[in-house]
């Protein structure tokens, strides 16, 4: 399966990137890594370009929301992006907030899974199985 990734909007967290890329590889996934300081009209013109099956981006520094609220309406500007699994990760807010309201509402935006302060390997195996069940 094809995988875009990246960095969401002005973060800079290079590493961290680095090991969702290596990751993602490890387990067999193709990866296209749009690297750092990612708008989120070049992720979804690499979905496109690529026939990713997944978009998995990545925020660290907390200011993922707002740019993920218009996510949707993003979307729906693009074609045949209905099957394309939508992926949020890392610290997802700035200051602190509780998965239980964290999640609901990225999924409101336009997310099918979201792992705020979600360690990479235990968020890779959630994909897999959200994969494997969507897939049967």
Known sequence: MKVVTGVVGNDIHVVANRLIELSLHARGFEVFNLGVNTYLE???DAVVETDADILLIS????EAEGWSREIKILKSKYKNLD???MVIGGNLVVGTASP????PKYKNYGFDLVFHQVD???GLDTLEEFLKERNK
Do not use: D, M
Not at 59 to 62: F, I, K, Q, R, T
Not at 100 to 103: A, K, L, P, Y
């Open 42 to 44: 070049e992720f979804f």
């Open 120 to 122: 990479l390997n235990t």
């Open 59 to 62: 925020s660290l520094n907390g």
């Open 83 to 85: 099957n394309l699994v």
């Open 100 to 103: 239980e309201t964290i999640v």
